[in-house]
C-alpha cells in the first residue's frame, strides 16, 4: 500500500518546495484535490516504471550517486552528435540509457567546463564502457575473438568526458539518503571491481546491472538488474510482429485494384450492352469478382480472406501497441503506489498523473494510428507507409508526449508560477 507515512525516509532531493498551495475541487464527500504548484525540477519514471530518475545540476554529484545519460553508441566520434543526444536525453526524447557511478564530490566546474572536487581535480566516475575509436584499437591489438570476450573494461574515467559535449542531460538515480559510510562503501566497491572485474556481457554484465548493485545502500540486498535488456529484446519482438503483419497487407491493395478494375468493365457491359437500369450493372459488379467470370462465392471467399488478413495485423500490430500501454500504466501505478510515502505528495501525484496522461494520449494515439493502417493500404497502396507507421508510432508520439511535458514544465518554472500538481486527499 502507500500512505504517505510520516516514518519513510527522504529521497535525495525533495521536490516539495512549493509556490502556493489552494483548495481546487472536491470531487464527492471523500476526496478531494487540492492544486500544488512547485518551482523545484520534477523527476520522471525510468523505463522499468519503478526507478526514480531526476536531471541533476553537476555541482550536486557526490560520490557514490548512480546516474544516467543518453545512451551513444557513437560517443567521441562526432562532438555535436555526443551534445545532441544529451539533449535529446534531457528532453525526455531519447529515453535508452547509458550508466556510470560517481566517485568524487563534484566540488565546482571550472571556466573550462570541466567538474572538479575541492581540491581541484577533475571528478571521476567508473562504469562499463567503450568507443568505437577504442574498440577498433582493441580488436587491431588483441584479436576480434579476444576483443568480444572483453570488449568493454570496467574502468575510470572523467565525468567531463560526457559533460563536454553538454552539462544538460545527466541524471541521478533518486533513492533513500544515502550516508557518508554508504557512499565510502560503495566507492570502496568500486575501485575492487575496477581490479577484478566479471568481463562485459550485453545481457548480463553492463554498465546497467553494475550501476544498480554497486550504489545499493550497505544494509540492502541490491538490484543486480539490467531492465533495458527485456525493454529492448520486448521492442525488438514487436518490431519484427508489426512487419508480420504489415506484409500480409500487402495483399489488400493488389487484390483491391484488379478488382476495382474489373467491376468497372462489368458494369459498363451491363449498363451498355444488356440495357439494364442505370447502376444496376454498379451494383452488381460490387458483388462480384471478374477474375474468374464473375459470381457471389468469388466474393465471398474474398471478404473471408480480407477479414482473416484485417485479424492478423491488428493481432500482430495493433494488440502488442495496446497491451503494452496497459502493462506500463498498470505496472508504474503499483509501483508508485508502493513508494508513495518515499516519494512525498508532489512527487506521486505528478508521476502517477503523467502515467495516467502518457497512457491515454500516448497509447491511445499509438494504438489508433496502428489500427487505420489498413484503412491506409486499402485505400491508397502504400505498404512502405504502412510498416513504418505500425513500427514507429508509439516511439514518435511517446518521444513528442516527452519534449512537450519538458517544454510545459520548464515554461511553467521559468515564468514564475511554478508547475501545478493536483494532490488528491480524502477528506
Not at 78 to 107: I, K, N, Q
Not at 114 to 136: D, F, K, W
Not at 182 to 188: F, G, K, L
Not at 354 to 383: N, S, W, Y
Request: aromatic share 10%.
Amino acid at each position: 500500500g502507500g500512505g504517505g507515512g510520516g516514518g519513510a525516509p527522504a529521497l535525495v532531493e525533495s521536490c516539495e518546495a512549493t509556490l502556493h498551495e489552494e483548495h481546487w475541487v472536491r470531487f464527492d464527500e471523500s476526496v478531494a484535490a487540492t492544486l500544488t504548484s512547485t518551482v523545484e525540477p520534477l523527476p520522471m519514471l525510468y523505463i522499468d516504471d519503478y526507478t526514480v530518475i531526476k536531471e541533476v545540476e553537476l555541482r550536486k554529484l557526490r560520490r557514490g550517486d548512480h546516474c544516467v545519460v543518453g545512451l551513444n553508441p557513437m560517443r567521441k566520434i562526432f562532438p555535436w552528435l555526443d551534445g545532441l543526444l544529451m539533449m535529446l536525453g534531457s528532453w525526455e526524447v531519447l529515453r535508452a540509457y547509458h550508466h556510470f557511478v560517481v566517485l568524487d564530490d563534484v566540488a565546482d566546474i571550472t571556466e573550462d567546463g570541466v567538474p572538479v572536487t575541492a581540491r581541484g581535480q577533475p571528478a571521476m566516475i567508473c562504469e562499463y564502457s567503450n568507443t568505437p575509436v577504442q574498440a577498433l584499437e582493441e580488436v587491431l591489438q588483441r584479436g576480434i575473438r579476444n576483443f568480444f570476450s572483453d570488449c568493454a573494461a570496467f574502468h575510470e574515467l572523467e565525468l567531463y568526458d560526457y559533460t563536454k559535449a553538454s552539462t544538460r542531460g545527466v541524471f541521478r538515480v533518486m533513492k533513500q539518503d544515502l550516508s557518508d559510510a554508504d557512499r565510502d562503501r560503495i566507492v570502496a566497491d568500486c575501485r575492487k571491481l575496477m581490479e577484478d572485474y566479471v568481463p562485459y556481457d550485453l545481457f548480463f554484465t553492463n554498465c546497467e546491472s553494475a550501476a544498480f548493485w554497486l550504489s545499493r545502500k550497505t544494509e540492502e540486498k541490491g538490484r543486480y538488474v539490467s531492465p533495458q535488456i527485456p525493454w529492448a529484446l520486448w521492442s525488438v519482438l514487436r518490431y519484427v510482429l508489426c512487419f508480420v503483419g504489415t506484409a500480409c497487407l500487402a495483399y489488400l491493395p493488389q487484390r483491391n485494384g484488379i478488382l476495382g478494375q474489373q467491376c468497372e468493365s462489368l458494369s459498363r457491359e451491363q449498363d451498355g450492352v444488356f440495357g439494364a437500369p442505370a447502376g444496376f450493372g454498379e451494383a452488381a459488379a460490387n458483388a462480384t469478382d471478374g477474375a474468374s467470370g464473375g459470381g457471389l462465392l468469388d466474393d465471398s471467399l474474398y471478404t473471408y480472406s480480407s477479414l482473416w488478413l484485417h485479424l492478423i495485423y491488428h493481432v500482430f500490430c495493433t494488440l502488442p501497441v495496446a497491451l503494452q500501454t496497459e502493462v506500463h500504466l498498470i505496472r508504474s501505478t503499483v509501483h508508485l503506489v508502493e513508494q508513495r510515502g518515499v516519494l512525498g505528495d508532489v512527487v506521486y501525484h505528478h508521476l502517477l498523473i503523467k502515467e495516467v496522461f502518457r497512457a491515454i494520449l500516448v497509447g491511445g494515439l499509438a494504438t489508433a494510428a496502428v489500427a487505420l493502417v489498413p484503412q491506409m493500404v486499402h485505400d491508397t497502396g502504400l505498404l512502405r507507409e504502412a510498416q513504418v507507421i505500425s513500427v514507429t508510432a508509439y516511439f514518435v508520439i511517446s518521444s513528442i508526449f516527452g519534449a512537450l511535458g519538458q517544454l510545459i514544465m520548464r515554461f511553467m518554472r521559468h515564468s514564475g508560477y511554478g508547475v501545478p500538481v493536483p494532490i488528491f486527499k480524502r477528506v
